[in-house]
């Protein structure tokens, strides 16, 4: 069974911009998480998407959005970008019922300048 | 709030024995669960405990403790492949991880 996949890889933006990520759940997983990492704050839960629905957000500003189709496929979106998000962002599948074992895709690193 | 802390850094020699501890502070939560992440790589999940305990898996154990609100990850015959950062994790509803500070694990020949 194929894993997590997310796009892109890399990524480099100016401040002010936008900026969207996409990730590919593990087939049959319908829960897609979002978490952020940086060397100062670690790894910071971002959102939760169940069925098109987001179910769980953390303490991000509302620059930072989401969604998710009905083919479990997600995407996020950071609009005006600032320095501060330069990180690695990474998306997380699971099967409903198991917030335990979540399963990470690669990451996509976002660099802002 | 939910906070979990972990020492920074912990160095061991291969073969050796190493623990990996985590105090928490929250309520409410489902278990706690460790993730290993090498460099440059995404987080992999090693072991949960649901209840308070012991649980094996292979050179890899888990114990929690609700009661002390503590928790560690014990790894025996360590390998150099083990070198990684570890992360423990509380989860909670609707698929809400919220990550410890994280472990850097150095293991010399």
């Known amino acids: 069974k194929a894993g997590v996949t997310q796009t892109p890889r890399y990524l480099i933006k100016t401040r002010g911009q936008q900026v969207t990520l996409s990730c590919s759940p593990i087939?049959?997983?319908?829960?897609v998480s979002w978490y952020q990492q940086t060397p100062g704050q670690g790894l910071q839960f971002l959102f939760e998407?169940?069925?098109?629905?987001?179910?769980n957000k953390g303490n991000f500003p509302g620059r930072f959005s989401g969604r998710q189709f009905s083919n479990s496929r997600s995407e996020m979106n950071v609009s005006t970008l600032e320095l501060g998000d330069s990180a690695l962002y990474l998306c997380?599948?699971?099967?409903?019922?198991?917030?335990?074992?979540?399963?990470f895709g690669p990451g996509t690193r976002l660099l802002v300048l | 709030g939910q906070s979990l802390e972990q020492p920074s850094e912990v160095t061991a020699v291969e073969g050796a024995i190493v623990q990996i501890n985590c105090t928490y502070q929250?309520?409410?939560?489902?278990?706690l669960s460790w993730y290993q992440q090498h460099d440059g790589g995404a987080p992999t999940f090693l072991s949960y405990?649901?209840?308070?305990g012991l649980e094996e898996t292979g050179r890899f154990s888990s114990f929690l403790s609700r009661s002390d609100s503590y928790g560690y990850l014990l790894l025996q015959e360590l390998q150099m492949k083990d070198s990684a950062s570890y992360f423990c994790?509380?989860?909670?509803?609707?698929?809400?991880?919220?990550f410890g500070t994280g472990t850097r694990l150095l293991v010399s020949p």
């Open positions: 405990n649901a209840l308070d």
């Open positions: 994790a509380v989860s909670s509803p609707f698929q809400k991880l919220v």
């Open positions: 997380a599948s699971s099967l409903e019922g198991t917030p335990e074992t979540q399963y």
């Open positions: 998407y169940f069925s098109e629905t987001q179910r």
């Open positions: 929250t309520s409410g939560f489902y278990g």
């Open positions: 087939s049959g997983h319908r829960s």
